[in-house]
């Protein structure tokens, strides 16, 4: 087997990449064949060392002088003139098309300028939340009026980016972020956040970065120079409220709060649901027992379509052995065969899911819609007019993108069956991963509940637990001990 870096090894490696890889390829006798360096690298060749660490360094300078340009062209297209740079418009906005793009290679495909406007459905909540907090009302009172006048909370008024969430109701977290988002003086603010490299492990710096996001302190946010969109709020009503949340701030950090940080094993975590409202159950240590809770009162305002009691609790010795024995008991020897059948047939897809041919006119609408791009383009360079051409272009790309969507819903509605043998050595898997399970400490747990795809809903009015077994086909569950090795691509 032989590799080759035809790309360049400044491109294929980066920073301290290749001496963290090229001891596999070494191991494995597989050759690695540079073209700069005139063949194959010689792992014993210092030059050939030294030349490939000059490479990653090389990569490692060009990536961060391209930061640097891209991060300063947005501030300066940010401050200077107010562009809308992407990502969702805040709740009480909507986007609007603001012209085309000033680039002429990008007018030419029909690219254009977004810019904010109100949106009349949202727009006077946000200046009642501003209005109401002015008048002393808390974070939660708000959210409590605004569920009681049955106004849909940010979630149930966008559930095409929302579907994730239930939507019931008005959260504080909610009534928090509107409360402290700038734009809605009219400016536009930029490098709020940043994207963050962090080390995986401080002792062990070769296993890589992991990327997060972190908030930038307020004298690194960029502010548009004038406003650039319809303002829904002052100013100086804007800075009153800042500084009333900045008093109720310092007040709050007077108390005394236990850390929330805890080493104590949970191994549900991430697995048990509320039956009521479906939310993630919160470990808790209480009594000197380790429980699971929903708190969902004490983050959303009340609502007349989800009775939920004030806290539900329930105990982890009361799940865990009952739970360890389901498992042992469906995945036993003996038992094989039954779940066999049990797996394979509810694999099955159900009736309603859409065979293939119903996809094949969503499939002829994007080659169709590909075709027309083409030819308004090719009309384009033959000097037909650019505004009108740039419409044709945009009504067919957003009957593409249509198609596409549903092509894709269409995807995952779709579910593979797996055959009797994969389930066969499936089973067989998890027989010997239930074995080690009886015996795993507590805080071992997770991993193996993780891979026997287990979720459970926990009822609190009957104080039972309904569990859901659906493991992945491969169980073969690794971790590369050298982490991500391209965490510049992320």
């Not at 006048?149 to 928090?176: E, F, L, M, T």
């Not at 003996?334 to 009736?351: F, N, S, Y």
Request: contains cysteine.
């Amino acid at each position: 087997m032989l590799e080759e870096c035809s790309d360049g090894p400044q491109r294929t490696f980066y920073g301290t990449q290749f001496g963290n890889t090229f001891p596999l390829f070494v191991h494995f006798g597989v050759p690695l064949w540079v073209p700069e360096i005139g063949g194959a690298i010689d792992p014993e060749n210092e030059a050939h060392d030294l030349v490939m660490s000059v490479f990653g360094g090389m990569s490692k300078g060009e990536r961060n002088r391209i930061k640097i340009r891209v991060r300063t062209a947005m501030a300066s297209q940010a401050k200077i003139e107010g562009r809308f740079l992407g990502g969702r418009p805040p709740y009480g906005y909507r986007i609007a098309d603001a012209g085309p793009h000033p680039h002429p290679a990008k007018a030419a495909d029909g690219k254009r300028l977004h810019a904010l406007e109100p949106d009349p459905e949202t727009a006077p909540v946000v200046t009642r939340i501003f209005t109401e907090y002015l008048r002393g009302k808390g974070h939660y009172a708000i959210a409590e009026g605004l569920t009681r006048d049955a106004i849909p909370c940010p979630s149930a008024h966008d559930r095409a980016r929302n579907s994730h969430r239930a939507g019931h109701a008005w959260s504080k977290g909610a009534v928090r972020a509107i409360l402290a988002n700038p734009r809605y003086t009219g400016h536009q603010v930029w490098n709020k956040q940043r994207k963050e490299e962090v080390l995986l492990d401080i002792n062990d710096v070769t296993l890589g970065h992991r990327t997060k996001l972190t908030w930038n302190p307020l004298d690194k946010w960029v502010w548009s120079l004038h406003p650039v969109h319809t303002a829904l709020i002052s100013p100086e009503t804007f800075t009153k409220a800042q500084a009333q949340r900045a008093t109720r701030n310092t007040t709050l950090a007077t108390r005394e709060r236990s850390p929330r940080t805890t080493d104590r094993p949970y191994p549900l975590r991430g697995l048990l649901r509320c039956g009521i409202c479906r939310r993630k159950m919160q470990g808790n240590y209480n009594n000197g027992h380790p429980h699971y809770r929903c708190r969902y009162p004490a983050e959303y305002a009340k609502s007349a379509t989800l009775d939920h009691p004030l806290t539900v609790y329930v105990r982890q010795d009361s799940v865990l052995p009952l739970l360890d024995a389901w498992i042992a008991r469906i995945f036993a020897p003996g038992r094989l065969g039954q779940t066999l059948r049990d797996l394979h047939q509810a694999q099955q897809p159900p009736e309603t899911e859409a065979p293939a041919a119903h996809q094949e006119p969503a499939r002829s609408t994007v080659t169709a819609c590909e075709r027309r791009i083409s030819q308004y383009r090719a009309a384009l360079d033959a000097g037909a007019d650019p505004a009108l051409v740039s419409t044709w272009i945009n009504q067919a790309q957003a009957e593409q993108a249509a198609a596409r969507q549903q092509l894709a819903a269409a995807g995952r509605a779709t579910r593979d069956v797996l055959t009797e043998p994969q389930i066969h050595d499936m089973i067989k898997a998890l027989g010997d991963m239930s074995d080690r399970l009886q015996a795993a400490e507590p805080e071992r747990k997770a991993a193996l509940y993780a891979d026997f795809g287990i979720q459970l809903v926990y009822n609190a009015k009957t104080r039972a637990v309904t569990v859901e077994s659906q493991p992945a086909p491969t169980m073969c569950v690794i971790a590369c001990p050298r982490g991500d090795l391209n965490p510049h691509a992320r």
